[in-house]
């Protein structure tokens, strides 16, 4: 019983990584129905702002990560500006390659930056461990869930009370009948990318302060926000936590006993359950758990 509550701890600690990425992918999503496959880099970028301010300039975990977050969104307002806004009014499926493209420029410059070597954050205390009813805890992955749970507090409170909050709802609902109200949706487009940095930035710190550190190849980690967003659906903010914290407890409920109950799927089949998860999600319901099921007339 201790394993399988351990295993349930350990996935939702890890989903928190998933849900703060999974939330970037909404935020874009709604405000440009656009899908971006750029923020696995917006990640890596984010983890290396704040590895650079606390590692090379010497800034204590918490004012790097909020100086890093700032300079993850200013590198999402430069993509939407730069690669984005210029394609307003071409197809999405044109936008969504573009964003593949930035991807791929944006992880190249920070490869070149971290070289082979891994990039550590190193946070304060990180490794004492909290036990209780026989589980235990990180205080750096205690920190991730605290983190994670004030970032979706804040969001909603963003989205019911600040105006720019409510912008960026009635852009998401109607862009023309938006402009008509005197919204200026490229900026509300310009906020949405801004907001999806800052957290990826958020990810990517406590990615970094992992043991494992930030590698080339860590970037793999935001895909497993990608089964997260369409299990919870491509437009639902509250979608996007539950299927994050889904994809993290299933991926690590398949580490602890598949190898066990099922040998023959392979040793690594925990990579391939969140998309297995994803894939039965899609058989009840095609458009998520909480998704907009859209009526077209023909």
Request: with cysteine; aromatic share 10%; charged share 10%.
């Amino acid at each position: 019983m201790n394993q399988f509550a351990q295993a349930i701890l350990n996935g939702f600690s890890q989903g928190a990584i998933y849900a703060l990425l999974a939330l970037g992918y909404v935020m874009i999503y709604k405000a440009t129905h656009v899908i971006s496959f750029a923020q696995p880099a917006l990640m890596v970028c984010g983890g290396l702002f704040s590895y650079h301010l606390t590692a090379q300039i010497g800034l204590p975990f918490w004012p790097g990560l909020l100086l890093a977050m700032i300079l993850g969104a200013l590198l999402g307002m430069a993509v939407e500006r730069l690669a984005l806004r210029p394609m307003v009014g071409k197809p999405v499926f044109t936008l969504a390659i573009i964003t593949i493209g930035v991807d791929i420029v944006l992880r190249i410059a920070a490869n070149r930056y971290m070289g082979a070597n891994p990039r550590i954050v190193t946070f304060p205390d990180g490794s004492r461990q909290y036990e209780f009813l026989g589980l235990s805890i990180t205080h750096q992955r205690v920190a991730l869930i605290a983190v994670t749970a004030i970032t979706v507090v804040a969001l909603v409170m963003f989205f019911r009370y600040a105006k720019a909050g409510l912008a960026m709802r009635a852009t998401a609902l109607n862009q023309e009948t938006a402009l008509a109200q005197g919204i200026r949706v490229g900026a509300i487009f310009a906020l949405a990318w801004a907001i999806a940095g800052g957290l990826a930035t958020i990810a990517g710190t406590f990615v970094a302060a992992g043991s494992a550190g930030m590698e080339q190849n860590t970037w793999i980690i935001a895909l497993k926000a990608l089964p997260a967003i369409i299990i919870g659906g491509l437009d639902s903010l509250p979608g996007a936590v539950i299927g994050g914290l889904a994809v993290g407890i299933v991926e690590s409920l398949t580490a602890v006993y598949q190898p066990d109950v099922a040998p023959f799927l392979g040793a690594n089949f925990a990579l391939v359950a969140p998309y297995a998860l994803m894939f039965l999600v899609l058989l009840v319901r095609p458009y998520g758990l909480f998704g907009t099921r859209e009526v077209e007339r023909v």
